[in-house]
T-cell receptor, first 111, second 112 residues
């Protein structure tokens, strides 16, 4: 069963606008959430994370929001740039090494 | 860049043959992981290691075995490759077991 779900396989936005990538999870025991970015022919790169005791974490243009009651997290990229075009994976873990990943969302930022 | 390399980068093998993929790190990190990436599934954990000779199964471990005889090397073996094991395999490392992992560039394996 897929405990971490990214229901949008793709997203297209205009340069300078906001990109919002969404992720839902089913396991209420998850206590740590992460976003990774992946370019073709490369491994995923860690982008930003959030602990379950917080509801927001910001790092430059990237902000992750966590809504525990809805079991939902989102990644906001503002402003979006063409170099942000990549596949974004949401991931979650339960104080262990079993990190679960979503299927990914392909973001395209158009100039 | 974090010192993690995977070899080979590409491999084509026949059904029924054994295959070994290698992950090498120069960071002296305790934790090492093997994932496979398939369309519609994201990344799924195969096996991980929390120290030399200490390994455990992940979500999709059937048909795979691992070994870690040195801190820097983590080997993934397909004892008898099947077409369902055609995938892109990623190795990852972590100092603490939590936080963001550092991934290698991947090995694309095709079983024909």
């Amino acid at each position: 069963d897929q405990q971490v779900k990214q229901n949008s396989p793709s997203l297209s936005v205009q340069e300078g606008r906001i990109s919002i990538l969404n992720c839902d999870y089913t396991n209420s025991m998850f206590d740590y959430f992460l976003w990774y970015k992946k370019y073709p022919a490369e491994g995923p790169t860690f982008l930003i994370s959030i602990s379950s005791i917080k509801d927001k974490n910001e790092d430059g243009r990237f902000t992750v929001f966590l809504n525990k009651s809805a079991k939902h997290l989102s990644l906001h990229i503002v402003p979006s740039q063409p170099g942000d075009s990549a596949v974004y994976f949401c991931a979650a873990s339960v104080m262990s090494n079993d990190m679960r990943f979503g299927a990914g969302t392909r973001l395209t930022v158009k100039p | 860049d974090a010192g993690i390399t995977q070899s080979p980068r590409h491999k084509v093998t026949e059904t029924g043959t054994p295959v070994t993929l290698r992950c090498h790190q120069t960071e002296n990190h305790r934790y090492m992981y093997w994932y496979r990436q398939d369309p519609g599934h994201g990344l799924r954990l195969i096996h991980y290691s929390y120290g030399v000779k200490d390994t455990d199964k992940g979500e999709v471990s059937d048909g795979y075995s691992v070994s870690r005889s040195k801190t820097e090397d983590f080997l993934l073996t397909l004892e008898s490759a099947t077409s369902s094991q055609t995938s892109v395999y990623f190795c990852a490392i972590s100092a603490s077991g939590k936080g963001g992992y550092t991934f290698g560039s991947g090995t694309r394996l095709t079983v024909v």
